[in-house]
DNA sequence: AAACCGGGGGA
DNA sequence: TCCCCAGGTTT
């Protein structure tokens, strides 16, 4: 990894903000990228907010993103580009938990702090038998204080990383290698055949089905979009004009809503494409999308909430997944 | 304490 | 195609 052995406070965060929730793997090109445009934290304090979200684009949980402009700009303009040097200031960073607060202090700072992260929990849980989950606070406590026992403060970076690559790499959730594993004599989980059921199970999800109706206004050379609102997913993303339902609607339901939402009459309107369904599944929400192309000759009642841009530099602004795949499929 | 927040890889 | 992963913020 390209930050291995580096100890830039900058290059730590950056790697750490990526690497939440996200696989080496999918976020290495990302971190690259991050690094070639922004060499250093003023340069991403001073970026703006639609080119960082579009370097952004593609990794998801897009408020890391928010948070990662947030910490940029608080630490450029209030700390003199110096990164905190506690664990406590740097814990109080926007985007930074107990995990991300650890890592930095104990990568770039050589401060003896045991990171826990989901890796760390599963190896302690194995190998100790520690039936408790690792959800609530206190839980997390009992596995904090559990690892911070077992650091070893004259290999401090060594051993965090060790922990976080031993439990990503040999002991996997599913199907560890249980046969070269160097702890199986002493490993409470492989000795009791409990390796399936450690680390306790979480509770399960409620999956939420949304259909996304997006109508893509256009209007001489140019199209209408709309940037979304930190509520709900997406957030700082943009859009096309939406008809959200909660069941599939037909297209001419969609106009229908579409020009008595802003008074525009059925005959100026012409449909130009009308896109198969497309899918994208989230970890709580499955999501079914339509995209009617339509044409329109009058002018637009409230058209100051668009953002009026020429097909040609549509690629410019950060989208959903699900509309860059619509826009490729072009 | 519980709910929410994307996307990709492996079975 | 289905199942799984997981840190931080918000509610």
Redesign the pocket.
């Known amino acids: 990894m390209p930050w291995k052995g580096i100890n830039d406070p900058y290059k730590i965060w950056l790697s750490e903000i990526i690497l939440?929730?996200?696989?080496v793997?999918?976020g290495l090109d990302y971190y690259n990228r991050f690094i070639k445009v922004y060499p250093d934290i003023n340069a991403l304090a001073g970026a703006s907010d639609d080119k960082v979200f579009k370097l952004w684009e593609?990794?998801?949980?897009?408020?890391r993103c928010k948070?990662l402009l947030a910490t940029a700009r608080y630490i450029s303009s209030e700390l003199n580009g110096i990164f905190p040097k506690t664990y406590t200031e740097i814990l109080k960073l926007?985007?930074?938990?107990?995990?991300?607060?650890a890592a930095i202090s104990s990568f770039a700072f050589a401060l003896p702090y045991a990171v826990v992260?989901?890796?760390v929990a599963?190896v302690l849980s194995r190998i100790f038998g520690i039936k408790i989950s690792?959800?609530?606070?206190?839980n997390k406590k009992i596995f904090q204080n559990l690892a911070q026992s077992l650091l070893d403060p004259d290999f401090l970076g060594h051993y965090n990383q060790a922990i976080m690559d031993f439990g990503a790499i040999v002991c996997k959730?599913?199907?560890p290698l249980c046969a070269e594993c160097p702890f199986k004599k002493n490993c409470y989980a492989f000795k009791n055949n409990l390796i399936h059921v450690l680390p306790v199970k979480?509770?399960k999800i409620?999956l939420k089905k949304r259909h996304l109706n997006y109508l893509l206004i256009n209007k001489g050379d140019k199209v209408a979009l709309i940037k979304r609102d930190e509520?709900?997913?997406?957030?700082q993303l943009f859009e096309f004009y939406l008809v959200e339902t909660d069941r599939n609607i037909s297209k001419n339901q969609v106009i229908e809503k579409f020009c008595a939402d802003n008074q525009v009459e059925s005959a100026n309107l012409k449909i130009l494409n009308y896109s198969p369904e497309l899918f994208?599944?989230?970890?709580?929400?499955h999501i079914s999308c339509r995209f009617i192309e339509i044409k329109i000759s009058e002018r637009l009642k409230n058209s100051h909430r668009f953002q009026w841009v020429p097909r040609s530099e549509l690629k410019k602004f950060p989208f959903?997944?699900?509309i860059n795949q619509y826009l490729e499929s072009l």
């Open positions: 939440q929730q996200t696989r793997e999918q593609g990794l998801g949980y897009y408020s948070n926007k985007g930074i938990g107990p995990y991300t607060a992260d989901g890796n599963r690792f959800e609530s606070t206190l959730p599913a199907q979480k509770k409620v509520k709900d997913i997406w957030h994208q599944k989230l970890t709580h929400q959903p997944r699900i």
